[in-house]
């Protein structure tokens, strides 16, 4: 076989191998084998020794043609490998933008925020206020005011933390009630929700930090029978017309008298129960008629007015509401607690 066949022959087996090449490793193989350093081509070329001298001239121009041709034939085969290398790229890594996609999972409000926002709905919806009284709080307000003179008795049942000598962290919410007093000129009705803390160890029952609502409403002629019809129709909207209260006698420094109510037990509707320890009632908040000392404190004639005052814990309304068995539950965050409220 001559120089020229060989050429031919070569020039149509790269056709050949190339049709069956599909991605840039098969090329690069072909490329070698034609143009490599022991490429077929590039030996040919070293062959040009044993060509004699006047041949040389032709052959070495036929074989730098042939070289041209593979280049270029590797070359165009190299473009469509590109090409269709991008596509199945693009292909493969296609986004669908139509998906649908799972949204950011939704909280859900805690229940001591769902409580306090119905129980807030019922005493707005009665022409209550809102309003709010700080945490940190002063000795006079928490205490004093609250007729719980220094060395008062009454003082132990509520272990204090103090910030200093006659600063607290608010042990109730009534300290609110001498804020308003001391600013405002009856008719006052207010409520005031907020976190309040006693030095209390933590248990089923107990947690240092908890909430209470307080309400306040002073004004003239204002009885003890507006207390019963106002707590009556907190009840019933809360949880039903067929709950009444029950007043039980009770001592408070800053009521005179002064009552802790019961509510018809909600689980059982009065019947007796778990929850109720089978009396049919549930204790659920302080309250009492404005003491007329504290009145006098905060510079509201009591010739002239009266008023009443209740305290609610809301931890308390949250558990029997959602029959929630440890107080713990509400403060530990757990998600697998709290989803349950969405
Ligand atoms: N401050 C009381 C407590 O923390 C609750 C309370 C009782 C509030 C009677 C009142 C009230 O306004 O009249 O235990």
Redesign the pocket.
């Known amino acids: 076989m001559n120089v020229q066949e060989a050429i031919v022959s070569l020039l149509q087996t790269v056709q050949e191998e190339l049709q069956h090449i599909a991605d840039s490793q098969g090329l690069e193989g072909v490329r070698l084998r034609m143009l490599g350093k022991k490429g077929e081509l590039t030996a040919l070329l070293r062959a040009m020794g044993q060509v004699p001298p006047e041949d040389r001239p032709a052959i070495g121009q036929m074989i730098n043609e042939a070289r041209e041709k593979a280049v270029a034939l590797l070359d165009a085969r190299g473009q469509w490998i590109a090409a269709r290398e991008r596509a199945l790229a693009l292909a493969n890594e296609r986004i669908d933008v139509t998906q649908p996609v799972p949204g950011p999972g939704l909280g859900a409000l805690h229940p001591i925020s769902l409580v306090l926002g119905e129980v807030l709905d019922v005493f707005t919806g009665m022409g209550f206020e809102v309003v709010e009284g700080p945490e940190v709080e002063l000795d006079l307000f928490n205490f004093e005011m609250m007729n719980m003179p220094p060395n008062h008795p009454a003082r132990d049942a509520?272990d204090t933390f103090y910030i200093e000598d006659k600063i607290v962290l608010r042990?109730?919410?009534?300290p609110v009630?001498a804020r308003i007093m001391t600013t405002r000129k009856p008719p006052i009705r207010i409520v005031c929700p907020g976190r309040?803390y006693r030095a209390d160890e933590v248990d089923a029952t107990h947690s240092p930090v908890f909430h209470?609502l307080?309400?306040?409403v002073v004004g003239e002629d204002v009885t003890m029978a507006d207390l019963k019809g106002t707590l009556d129709a907190f009840a019933q909207r809360l949880y039903g017309p067929d709950i009444t209260t029950r007043f039980r006698p009770s001592f408070?420094p800053?009521?005179e008298p002064?009552a802790e109510v019961d509510l018809t037990c909600s689980a059982c509707r009065g019947k007796g129960c778990r929850v109720c320890k089978g009396t049919g009632w549930i204790e659920v908040?302080?309250?009492?008629m404005v003491n007329p000392r504290v009145l006098d404190m905060c510079g509201i004639a009591s010739d002239r007015y009266s008023g009443f005052?209740?305290?609610v814990g809301l931890e308390r309304i949250a558990m029997l509401r959602y029959d929630i068995q440890d107080m713990r539950l509400l403060y530990e965050g757990d998600v697998r607690f709290l989803s349950q409220f969405r």
Not at 285 to 288: E, F, H, N, P, T
């Open positions: 509520q042990t109730h919410t009534s009630q309040v209470q307080e309400g306040l408070f800053f009521t002064s908040l302080g309250s009492g005052a209740f305290g």
